[in-house]
């Protein structure tokens, strides 16, 4: 047999996938097992829980970004010393980038990767109907394997009963276990804010708690025997993204605290696998850019829930400023990086906060989402990172704005569900924008960058 896998997946959105999924890490972490998290699509907030529970970086499995190849790789080698690998869906289990195909779903991830999946069904308010609704489930697809069933927000045990009965004769499946609505422990509120407050471990009594509650009504031994119906995954026929090149002695500087950690961890394995060493640095402890880097990276986080300390920390933004400015080193800086590469962030609530100064423009944090989606992006006006007919592969998701002062060069053309647009500011060794762009979508985008760091290497 494979490797033991399972794949959360709902019926739709807010059925409490997320809350199910830690809570099943958090009780098969109690019981001593090494539990390895992933993500299907290409959501930074859930990973973090994950990692949290865990205690192993949660990996994403998106079959939109990535081909199918790279997909089993990312979970083959993320599963590696894992006694069981639980995959969280995203959305409904058949939602995807398009309602006629099953592109870019969980159901593609389950297909791809061979994992046997469970249904969450919130079954509030019905008992054989919840039947009816795994029997669809089942049937649309004749290649997914669902083999069980949790059924979340029932009215009490003997509701649970009524469900279990109805599905188990009709279905021929387990139901392994079930949430009341009363449980209190629903999950925070997921936004962004509540990120940071992870990392400060101030949710690991509540991660404790939902091991708790969710062990006492599931049956996390049976959960623990389906995962073992996970198919085997081939051998990779195709070269590996993921050879180690010769070292190409470059450094890049990476910045990484509770403002600034949104990497696709396989992001940052290709840049070391294609022959850059990675030394990371705080702007929020205010530490300097090492003056020995020849590359610098400013991922995405949450520069506006630290607005405050970042902008006070002036030997990190000076040393920002140096790097990028003064010795031109290539820098990527996306989302929170770019955010925090601008003259001045301005909250919500109208504070205004300096930041490093280098792009000539202003950022606005709204209550609401600015932009949300896939973007399949191209390189303009000379980018080093992406050349002329290379295309990547990303997400975009921000609460900000971008306001500029004075005219500026975009770093990308981004196509999404609305069209074509353009994203982001460059200027001679810097690329910034809100696009998070997936390095295994194309790595040339890692060897560009690594050509441009030996370049500048060469001439300082």
């Known amino acids: 047999m494979g490797k033991r896998r399972i794949l959360i997946a709902g019926t739709g959105s807010g059925v409490g996938k997320t809350t199910i999924t830690i809570g099943l890490m958090a009780a098969m972490r109690k019981k001593g097992l090494c539990v390895q998290g992933f993500k299907c699509g290409p959501d930074y907030i859930d990973t973090s829980y994950h990692t949290a529970v865990t205690g192993r970086k949660s990996r994403n499995l998106d079959s939109w970004m990535l081909s199918s190849d790279c997909v089993r790789e990312v979970l083959v080698r993320g599963s590696e010393g894992a006694d069981i690998s639980i995959i969280e869906g995203v959305m409904g289990f058949y939602d995807g980038k398009n309602p006629l195909s099953d592109e870019g779903s969980s159901a593609e991830i389950s297909i791809l990767t061979g994992s046997p999946v469970v249904l969450v069904v919130d079954c509030s308010g019905m008992a054989r109907s919840a ?29 649970f009963h009524l469900i279990k009965a109805a599905v188990e004769s009709e279905c021929k499946i387990p139901v392994i276990g079930y949430i009341t609505r ?23 009594g509540f991660f404790y708690q ?10 996390v031994e049976r959960l623990y025997e389906l995962a073992d119906q996970a198919s085997e995954i081939p051998a990779m026929t195709k070269p590996s993204v993921f050879t180690s090149y010769p070292n190409k002695k470059v450094r890049i500087a990476v910045a990484y605290d509770s403002a600034f950690h949104f990497y696709y961890e396989e992001n940052l394995e290709l840049l070391q696998k294609r022959g850059a060493e990675l030394t990371f640095f705080s702007p929020l402890k205010n530490e300097e850019v090492p003056h020995d880097v020849h590359g610098l990276y400013l ?31 290539p820098t990527f800086a996306e989302c929170g990086g ?14 205004a906060y300096p930041m490093v100064g280098v792009i000539p423009g202003i950022v606005h944090m709204q209550t609401r989402l600015a932009a949300l989606g896939y973007r399949e992006i191209k390189g303009l006006n000379g980018n080093f990172l992406l050349k002329e007919g290379e295309v990547a592969r990303g997400h975009e998701f921000h609460y900000s704005t ?32 809100y696009t998070h762009i997936h390095f295994g979508s194309n790595p040339r985008v890692v060897e560009n960058w690594i050509q441009r760091c030996l370049e500048v290497k060469l001439h300082v």
Do not use: W
């Open 182 to 204: 009363e449980s209190e422990l629903e999950m925070p509120e997921r936004h962004l804010g509540l990120v940071p407050s992870i990392e400060r471990g101030e949710l690991e």
């Open 131 to 159: 039947a009816a609704i795994v029997k669809g489930y089942q049937a649309l697809s004749g290649k997914v394997k669902i083999v069980g069933v949790i059924a979340n927000k029932v009215g009490s045990e003997g509701h």
């Open 402 to 433: 971008f306001h500029h002062q004075t005219e500026l060069l975009a770093a990308f053309e981004t196509k999404g569900m609305r069209g074509k647009g353009t994203d982001g500011y460059i200027s001679k060794n810097l690329v910034a924008g």
């Open 210 to 219: 939902l091991g708790e509650r969710v062990a006492t009504t599931v049956d």
């Open 338 to 351: 770019y955010m925090y590469l601008c003259k001045e962030l301005v909250t919500a609530g109208g504070a």
């Open 299 to 329: 991922g995405g986080g949450f520069p506006e829930e630290f607005a405050p300390r970042l902008s006070s920390n002036g030997n990190s933004m000076e040393s920002v400023y140096q790097a990028v400015v003064k010795r031109g080193i």
